[in-house]
C-alpha cells in the first residue's frame, strides 16, 4: 500500500483516514448517539411489540381502583389535605396514575439485564460500544417512556370518567415529579436485574418491597390522619414524596414541603444512578 495520498487529498486527511481505520482506535470518542439511540429504540420496541400486556392492561388494572372507589363511596366521601377539603376522587386520582408510571418503570427496568442473563443473551448488551453511562441511559430511558406512556393513557381514561377532576393546576410539577419518580423505580430496576438470578428474585422485590412502599404511601389515604408514629414512618419512604408532589401538580395541596420532596427523590436518583453505573461498569453477575 502506497504511503502516499490519493489524487485530490491532503496529506492531513490521508492520515486521519488511516488512524480511522487502524485497529485498536477508537472511532467514538465522545458520546455515542447512533448506540445510545438504537439501544433506546429496541427497549421501547421490545415493551410496544406487547403493549396490550405493558401499557393497556396496566392502565385498565389502575383505572379499575378509580371505578371501585368512586362507585364504592358514591363520590359522597372528602379527604382533608393542608388544611383544604377535597373530593375523594379528585384526591384518589393523581395517586393511582403516578402509581401505575411507577410500578410499569420498574417492571420494564427489571426485565431487559435479567431477561439477557437467562436466555444467555446478556452479551447483546456488554459488547456493543457503548459506555456505561450510555447502557444506563438507554435502559432508564426505555422504562420511562413506558412509565409516562400508561401514566397519559390513564390520565385520558380519567377525564373522560365523570365526577373525577384530572386537570392539573402546575403541569411543571406533574412532569417533574413524574419524571423523578420513574426515574426511581427504573433505577431500582436496574439494580434489581443486575442483582437477580432469576424471575423469583425480581417478583420478590416486586411483591416485598415495591409494592408494599407504593401501597403505603399516601396514594389512598392523607397522611395528615395517620397516628404521630406512622407519620414518621411515611415520612421516611421515599414513594410518599413522589405521590405527594406528583399530587400538588393537580391539587396544588400536599401532604409535604414540596422542594423537600424533590431534593429528596433527587438525590436519591443520584445515588442509585451512581450504584447502578458502578455495578454495570465492574460487571457484578453480569460477567460471571
Not at 16 to 45: C, D, F, H, M, Q
Not at 70 to 87: F, I, K, M
Not at 211 to 234: E, H, K, M, N, W
Amino acid at each position: 500500500m502506497s504511503s502516499h495520498p490519493p489524487l485530490g487529498r491532503t496529506s492531513a486527511d490521508h492520515h486521519r483516514s488511516l488512524i480511522r481505520s487502524a485497529p485498536g482506535v477508537p472511532s467514538i470518542r465522545n458520546v455515542n448517539w447512533g448506540g445510545l439511540k438504537t439501544l433506546y429504540v429496541k427497549e421501547v420496541r421490545r415493551f410496544f411489540k406487547v403493549q396490550l400486556q405493558t401499557v393497556w392492561a396496566p392502565a385498565i388494572t389502575t383505572l379499575l381502583y378509580l371505578v371501585i372507589f368512586t362507585v364504592a363511596l358514591g363520590g359522597r366521601s372528602e379527604v382533608h389535605v393542608g388544611g383544604s377539603t377535597v373530593a375523594f376522587a379528585d384526591f384518589v386520582a393523581p395517586g393511582l396514575i403516578v402509581m401505575g408510571m411507577l410500578n410499569n418503570a420498574f417492571a420494564n427496568a427489571s426485565f431487559s439485564l435479567l431477561v439477557g442473563k437467562i436466555q444467555g443473551t446478556i452479551v447483546d448488551y456488554l459488547m456493543p460500544p457503548l459506555s456505561t453511562a450510555e447502557l444506563l441511559t438507554a435502559l432508564t430511558g426505555g422504562a420511562v417512556t413506558r412509565a409516562f406512556l400508561v401514566g397519559l393513557t390513564v390520565w385520558l381514561a380519567m377525564s373522560l370518567w365523570p365526577g373525577v377532576h384530572v386537570m392539573p393546576a402546575h403541569p411543571l410539577a406533574v412532569l417533574w415529579f413524574g419524571l423523578l419518580g420513574s426515574v426511581f423505580l427504573a433505577l431500582i430496576g436496574v439494580l434489581t436485574s443486575i442483582w437477580a438470578e432469576k424471575f423469583d428474585h425480581a417478583a420478590a422485590v416486586t411483591n416485598f418491597v415495591v409494592a408494599p412502599l407504593t401501597l403505603l404511601s399516601g396514594t389512598f389515604y392523607s397522611v395528615d390522619r395517620l397516628s404521630p408514629v406512622f407519620q414518621t414512618i411515611s415520612h421516611a419512604n421515599p414513594f410518599f414524596y413522589i405521590i405527594s408532589g406528583f399530587r400538588y401538580g393537580f391539587l396544588g395541596i400536599a401532604d409535604s414541603p414540596v422542594a423537600l420532596g424533590s431534593a429528596v427523590i433527587l438525590a436519591l436518583d443520584i445515588v442509585l444512578g451512581l450504584i447502578c453505573y458502578t455495578l454495570l461498569r465492574r460487571g457484578w453477575r453480569l460477567k460471571n
